[in-house]
């Protein structure tokens, strides 16, 4: 019999970790995004630019 | 020995991520989503689309904490009401101080992403929104007056007054008129549910029309709130935001909802009872149809002029 038996519980775990991975992941591309277009749009300005 | 035989009953309350999906009300989500986008659409500006979904992504995520945090405040009465009961707060799979984390961070964290994703306009009224619903409406408005749901409708209100901040960093004329027709639309389409839900609001205490002031007033409230509303929604047809599209749309919809809510005034509570509210709950969901109905007219509209084209002169 194996140590971890896989339960009910296991797989709700299982589930929300997987569901906080793929938040992550998604949360991650729309930053890339938003900071691709905001480059290229020209509409970011560096901090070290800021006030000149 | 494991971890689960030492804990058998933690498996039962064990939260799935559905539940932490569930305290942000989607299907409320779904109404923010849209009319917030119609607001960003018919804006006069044209965003990116990337930072157009961001923009809807975070109005909608600020929107779903502000549903964990109502969930939490809420899940003494929502333990009592057959519609909510199944909830995760009452339901006893997500823990109260659970809800309540999760709205606080999302909150935070959906008002400092829309100012870095947009401006600080937009992320002020997400905001400003947030707390119109947690505090105004769910820790105040709810329990102590009948106006509840007319002041605290205002909350839902804001997604499409948003949406064109984001998208213009300004406010205008054409954003409030959005707010007004969902502000003057809440009163009948809760109070119609309030009517065939009979005996939640009851049995939980919360003081809805129904209760305090009677079933036949809030009959006649409805008709009151959907003659107002019937003379804002055709009279926006002739603004900047309307149309012919919309006018069409809503002559249409409000002729049926007039019929509806006239229906509904004349019938007696005996009356409702014998064919189980039939023409309360055609109108519940009819007023649905009549939201996106009418939001969707907006776009088309927003689409129309982007296009350059126009119809009969309009």
Do not use: C
């Given at each position: ?52 | ?23 942000l009300k989607p299907r409320v989500m779904s109404l923010v989503v849209f009319t917030a986008l119609v607001g960003l ?11 157009g979904f961001?923009a809807i992504l975070f109005i909608a995520v600020g929107g779903g ?94 997604p499409p007054?948003i949406g ?128 996106f109905?009418?939001f ?19």
């Amino acid at each position: 019999m194996p140590i971890a038996k896989t339960h009910e519980m296991h797989r709700r775990r299982l589930g929300r970790n997987l569901g906080v991975a793929l938040l992550l992941a998604a949360f991650i591309a729309v930053i890339f995004g938003l900071t691709v277009v905001k480059i290229s749009e020209g509409t970011f300005t560096p901090p070290h630019q800021e006030g000149t | 020995m494991t971890d689960t035989s030492l804990q058998p009953d933690r498996s039962a309350a064990e939260a799935q991520f559905g539940d932490y999906v569930a305290l942000l009300k989607p299907r409320v989500m779904s109404l923010v989503v849209f009319t917030a986008l119609v607001g960003l659409l018919a804006a006069p500006v044209g965003v990116h689309p990337m930072v157009g979904f961001a923009a809807i992504l975070f109005i909608a995520v600020g929107g779903g904490a502000s549903g964990a945090l109502n969930m939490w405040w809420d899940a003494d009465i929502d333990a009592r009401m057959r519609r909510t009961r199944r909830r995760p707060v009452p339901a006893g799979r997500v823990a109260p101080e659970e809800a309540l984390a999760l709205g606080l961070a999302l909150s935070g964290f959906s008002v400092v992403m829309l100012g870095l994703a947009t401006n600080w306009l937009a992320a002020a009224w997400l905001a400003f929104t947030i707390f119109f619903y947690v505090v105004i409406y769910t820790m105040w408005l709810k329990r102590t007056t009948p106006q509840n749901i007319v002041i605290g409708g205002l909350a839902g209100a804001f997604p499409p007054l948003i949406g064109w901040a984001a998208a213009t960093g300004s406010l205008a004329l054409e954003p409030w008129l959005m707010v007004a027709l969902i502000f003057m639309w809440t009163p009948p389409h809760f109070w119609a549910l309030a009517l065939f839900m009979r005996s939640d609001y009851d049995d939980a205490g919360v003081p809805m029309l129904t209760v305090t002031h009677g079933r036949p007033a809030t009959r006649a409230q409805i008709l009151v709130y959907t003659v107002l509303l019937a003379v804002l929604a055709v009279g926006t047809g002739f603004t900047t935001v309307g149309g012919p599209v919309y006018l069409a749309v809503a002559v249409v919809l409000n002729a049926m909802f007039l019929k509806g809510a006239w229906a509904i005034w004349r019938r007696d509570e005996a009356r409702a009872e014998a064919d189980d509210y039939r023409v309360e709950k055609r109108f519940f969901r009819l007023s649905l149809i009549y939201l996106f109905a009418h939001f969707g007219a907006i776009l088309a509209e927003a689409g129309i002029d982007r296009m350059g084209l126009s119809v009969g002169g309009l």
